[in-house]
């Protein structure tokens, strides 16, 4: 076996679905994954400019129970089996901010958090966990956030959210490890994409150029710091990968 590896095929004959590759991150893992050789299916609610023309749009909701099994039935019928899984869709920019504290978060915004950033990565996986145990290669990602460990109050609901999509992560993993399904974690921290980039213009006590100074290698990060995390854990470079978290955030979270 040549010890050379060629990264602009490994994904050759991989089957993948992609929540939230319409645009901004997942767009970009999208057309990561299409570029190395997969087949790739991304679901959201609508389509935009940023879409990977060579990937299947499936429209549909991942924060209900029935848009899931929808997305689930139709990504199967379109790839006809699958080996990798990345649950993207979150809220950066979708999610509101209570300036005044946790208190004043209305129970239905905790639920919506919930429902997004975690009951659609439950729900969507063990829809297709039968398939992701038949594949030889089976992978999940699920995208969290540092906010995930840096307590903030107005969007606790989000942080919340993504602390136990990662606890959650870390369980499934071990769980499914005798399987041979892999599961890990990418927690980005501040990315550049177009909605996280109008977010970060209005939150409470952050101006834009501030955010820098929380950054130790002194920039924002682009989709590719996060793309590239994720083609080695869904890839065999990663196969001796699971159960962890990978924070890839320019060094935000090493403090
Ligand atoms: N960008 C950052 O700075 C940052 C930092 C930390 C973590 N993250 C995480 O990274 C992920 C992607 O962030 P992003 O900045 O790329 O977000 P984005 O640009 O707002 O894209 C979000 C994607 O998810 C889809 N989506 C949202 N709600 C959905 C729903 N209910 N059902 C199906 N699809 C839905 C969107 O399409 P539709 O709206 O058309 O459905 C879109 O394709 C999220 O999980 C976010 O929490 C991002």
Redesign the pocket.
């Known amino acids: 076996m040549s010890s050379k590896l060629d990264l602009s095929k490994e994904f050759i004959g991989r089957r993948a679905l992609v929540?939230?590759?319409?645009?901004?991150?997942?767009?970009a893992i999208a057309k990561r994954l299409l570029d190395a050789g997969a087949k790739v299916v991304v679901?959201?609610?609508?389509r935009?400019d940023f879409t990977p023309a060579a990937a299947t749009f499936i429209d549909?909701?991942?924060?209900t129970s029935e848009?899931v099994k929808a997305i689930a039935a139709e990504a199967l019928a379109v790839l006809g089996g699958l080996d990798i899984l990345v649950n993207?869709?979150?809220?950066?920019?979708?999610t509101r901010m209570f300036p005044e504290g946790s208190p004043t978060i209305p129970d239905e915004e905790w639920q919506d958090a919930i429902d997004?950033?975690l009951f659609?990565s439950i729900r969507l996986t063990n829809a297709l966990l039968p398939t992701l145990r038949a594949s030889k290669a089976a992978a999940v990602v699920n995208?969290?956030?540092?906010?995930a460990t840096m307590p903030f109050a107005p969007t606790a609901h989000y942080g919340v959210a993504?602390a136990a999509l990662d606890f959650y992560s870390r369980t499934l993993a071990v769980e499914l490890a005798p399987s041979g399904v892999r599961v890990n974690v990418v927690?980005?921290?501040?990315?550049s994409?177009?909605?996280?980039d109008e977010m970060r213009k209005s939150f409470p006590g952050i101006s834009s150029d501030e955010w820098l100074r929380y950054v130790p290698l002194g920039r924002i990060g682009t989709t590719d710091d996060i793309t590239e995390v994720v083609a080695l854990l869904a890839s065999d470079r990663g196969k001796w990968l699971t159960g962890m978290n990978y924070r890839v955030d320019g060094g935000m979270t090493a403090r």
């Open positions: 929540t939230g590759g319409t645009r901004g991150i997942g767009a679901a959201a609610r609508s935009s549909g909701d991942v924060s848009g993207n869709a979150g809220g950066a920019g979708g997004l950033n659609a995208i969290s956030s540092t906010a993504k927690s980005p921290g501040p990315i994409t177009p909605s996280a």
